[in-house]
């Protein structure tokens, strides 16, 4: 078992992290974003929800009111908090046209934090979130709880080529332009119930006190506004000529939809956002259900007999092996405003290359994506294929995850590995890892840190603490990028969560 635990854990330190995870909260947040072994509370709802049935704090009956978080994937960041908060703001906010210019940024320095070696794609994701209430109780062998969430994510993708002009060869292929523009944005709240119970079959498996527990949590799920664009345009240089071949699908609801049908009718693209985009957060297009599943291993060690005794005894000593499918389910967008369009792929072979180089961010917020285009695209291609209405369903972003936690005393060590499998906004389908650890010099103050990954390079480092009593706790985490350890730090991410309390 030891051996099998090191091996999961070295695994999961050598993975890919992206900036994905299924809840922000400041625990899971502090230890690196990762939780399917850690977290106990409600919120383990849309984590594992097997989790519900460990107790790991006096006290069967908790709430909590205000549990937030915010990541910021930008594509450039300011060590100044000031700056990096008005950054923040615009990545969140419906477009304004000049709030992402170059300005005196270095492109050499850009393109080099954004574009990595053999990669002519940025990929950033930007999600923030907040838990508005929530209440678990327990009971020996049971557990309940109920949970309302809503969480908002855009995820934006672009090529190199939309700010430089040169053709690069890579691996040897022939020399090519990136132009390719993609945005998922999605906004999602829901109601979820969490319920968790002690599975005897299974328990006992080893000479040691166990308990194997089964956890669920159906969802009810309502949509705000959707949008799921991707425009590949890609340039290949031949002996020929240059040759481009493009594709094109766009899918979008509320807001999204009426900007792009009158963008796409003729409209100016600053009018059409002006007059239908805002900062309306409760606006509901869709609606669906989804449900979130865990099974957790929970083995006790030494004089722990938390296992046999849950309603007595806190969890002190233990290994806990988790397993959890997460987002099982759907939205339908069945509004009137529902906008399709698809074309391609399509194949041109002797065409000019495109002279006009962006000198704006491209962040992803609300209305860009349609003034990016006017502004710097060679083509409209909205003007290249007929947009359809009606209705149309998207899955809700499903991933597996797993994790172990060893836990002795005053310390945790944990470890998770997930993959989506689903492409949106809030994951996609690779995989990804986390790594914390807890430690708490003093019982009511535990310490975290945690590391994220991003294509096999540390992206982020994280770091949290809480003041936790018999009734009630506190708890904050931020997150900085890896140059903070050698430079002026530069804040990306940032999870509080109000007065929790526990009877």
Same mark, same amino acid.
């Given at each position: 078992?030891?051996?099998?635990?090191?091996?999961?854990?070295?695994?999961?330190?050598?993975?890919?992290h992206?900036?994905?995870?299924?809840v922000?909260?400041?625990?899971?947040?502090? =230890? /690196?974003?990762?939780?399917?072994?850690?977290?106990?509370?409600?919120?383990?709802?849309?984590?594992?929800?097997?989790?519900?049935?460990?107790?790991?704090?006096?006290?069967?009956?908790?709430? /909590?009111?205000?549990?937030?978080?915010?990541?910021?994937?930008?594509?450039?960041?300011?060590?100044?908090?000031?700056? +990096?908060?008005?950054?923040?703001?615009?990545y #969140?906010?419906?477009?304004?046209?000049?709030?992402t210019?170059?300005?005196?940024?270095?492109?050499? &320095?850009?393109?080099?934090?954004?574009?990595?070696?053999n990669?002519?794609l940025? &990929?950033?994701?930007?999600?923030?979130?907040?838990?508005?209430?929530?209440?678990?109780?327990?009971?020996?062998?049971?557990?309940?709880?109920?949970?309302?969430?809503?969480?908002?994510?855009?995820?934006?993708? #672009?090529g190199?080529?939309?700010?430089?002009?040169?053709?690069?060869?890579?691996?040897?292929?022939?020399?090519?332009?990136?132009?390719? =523009?993609?945005?998922?944005? +999605?906004?999602?709240?829901?109601?979820?119930?969490?319920? !968790?119970?002690?599975?005897?079959?299974?328990?006992?498996?080893?000479?040691r006190? %166990?308990?194997?527990? *089964?956890? #669920?949590?159906?969802?009810?799920?309502?949509?705000?506004?959707?949008?799921?664009?991707?425009?590949?345009?890609?340039?290949? $240089?031949?002996?020929?000529?240059?040759?481009?071949?493009?594709?094109?699908?766009?899918?979008?609801?509320?807001?999204?939809?009426?900007?792009?049908?009158?963008?796409?009718?003729?409209?100016?693209?600053?009018?059409?956002?002006?007059?239908?985009?805002?900062?309306?957060y409760?606006?509901i297009?869709?609606?669906?259900?989804?449900?979130?599943?865990? #099974?957790?291993?929970?083995?006790?060690?030494?004089?722990?007999?938390?296992?046999?005794r849950?309603? +007595? $005894?806190?969890? $002190?000593?233990?290994?806990?092996?988790?397993?959890?499918?997460? %987002?099982?389910?759907?939205?339908?967008?069945?509004?009137?405003?529902e906008?399709?369009?698809?074309?391609?792929? %399509?194949?041109?072979?002797?065409?000019?290359?495109?002279?006009?180089?962006?000198?704006?961010?491209?962040?992803?917020?609300?209305?860009?994506?349609?003034?990016?285009? $006017?502004?710097?695209?060679?083509?409209?291609?909205?003007?290249?294929?007929? !947009?359809?209405?009606?209705?149309?369903?998207?899955?809700?972003?499903? !991933?597996?995850?797993?994790?172990?936690?060893?836990?002795?005393?005053?310390?945790?060590?944990?470890?998770?590995?997930?993959?989506?499998?689903?492409?949106?906004?809030?994951?996609?389908?690779?995989?990804?890892?986390? !790594?914390?650890?807890?430690?708490?010099?003093?019982?009511f103050?535990?310490?975290?840190?945690?590391?994220?990954?991003?294509? +096999?390079?540390?992206?982020?480092?994280?770091?949290?603490i809480?003041?936790?009593?018999?009734?009630?706790?506190?708890?904050?985490?931020?997150?900085?990028?890896?140059?903070?350890?050698?430079s002026?730090? *530069?804040l990306?991410g940032?999870?509080?969560?109000?007065?929790?309390?526990?009877?």
């Amino acid at each position: 078992m030891r051996q099998a635990l090191l091996l999961l854990l070295l695994s999961t330190v050598l993975g890919i992290h992206l900036q994905a995870q299924p809840v922000f909260s400041p625990r899971n947040m502090a =230890l /690196g974003g990762g939780g399917s072994t850690y977290l106990t509370s409600y919120q383990t709802n849309f984590y594992n929800p097997a989790n519900l049935m460990i107790q790991d704090r006096s006290g069967d009956f908790s709430m /909590g009111i205000g549990i937030g978080g915010f990541l910021l994937g930008a594509v450039k960041n300011y060590p100044d908090p000031e700056q +990096q908060f008005q950054n923040a703001r615009d990545y #969140i906010a419906a477009y304004t046209e000049g709030t992402t210019q170059f300005g005196n940024t270095n492109m050499s &320095d850009f393109l080099d934090d954004n574009f990595t070696t053999n990669n002519l794609l940025s &990929d950033n994701r930007t999600r923030y979130e907040s838990t508005l209430l929530g209440m678990k109780w327990k009971r020996e062998t049971k557990a309940f709880s109920i949970a309302i969430r809503t969480r908002t994510a855009s995820n934006y993708e #672009i090529g190199k080529g939309w700010y430089s002009d040169e053709f690069e060869s890579i691996n040897g292929n022939a020399p090519v332009l990136n132009r390719t =523009l993609n945005q998922r944005y +999605q906004r999602l709240h829901e109601i979820s119930f969490g319920y !968790a119970e002690s599975f005897q079959f299974l328990t006992n498996l080893t000479s040691r006190l %166990d308990n194997f527990i *089964i956890g #669920i949590a159906p969802k009810v799920v309502l949509g705000g506004s959707y949008l799921n664009a991707e425009w590949s345009n890609l340039y290949e $240089q031949r002996n020929t000529g240059v040759r481009r071949t493009e594709s094109f699908s766009y899918d979008a609801s509320g807001e999204f939809a009426a900007s792009s049908s009158s963008f796409a009718s003729g409209m100016d693209a600053n009018t059409a956002n002006t007059t239908y985009i805002s900062n309306n957060y409760f606006d509901i297009t869709g609606v669906g259900a989804g449900l979130d599943i865990g #099974i957790t291993y929970l083995i006790t060690l030494g004089s722990d007999l938390s296992a046999i005794r849950p309603d +007595q $005894q806190p969890t $002190q000593k233990s290994l806990r092996l988790s397993f959890a499918m997460t %987002d099982i389910g759907f939205v339908s967008y069945t509004g009137s405003e529902e906008l399709s369009f698809s074309s391609g792929p %399509d194949t041109l072979s002797n065409v000019n290359t495109p002279n006009t180089v962006a000198d704006e961010f491209f962040i992803g917020a609300k209305g860009q994506y349609i003034n990016f285009l $006017q502004k710097f695209g060679e083509t409209n291609p909205f003007s290249e294929t007929t !947009a359809e209405r009606g209705s149309f369903s998207t899955l809700l972003p499903m !991933a597996l995850h797993g994790g172990a936690l060893l836990e002795i005393n005053r310390v945790k060590l944990m470890g998770d590995v997930s993959i989506g499998l689903t492409n949106s906004a809030f994951n996609s389908p690779r995989i990804l890892s986390a !790594a914390g650890v807890e430690i708490r010099p003093l019982q009511f103050l535990p310490l975290r840190g945690g590391i994220q990954f991003k294509a +096999q390079r540390p992206e982020f480092i994280s770091l949290g603490i809480a003041l936790e009593t018999r009734y009630w706790d506190l708890s904050l985490a931020t997150q900085f990028t890896t140059e903070s350890i050698s430079s002026d730090p *530069i804040l990306t991410g940032i999870s509080v969560a109000a007065l929790q309390f526990h009877f």
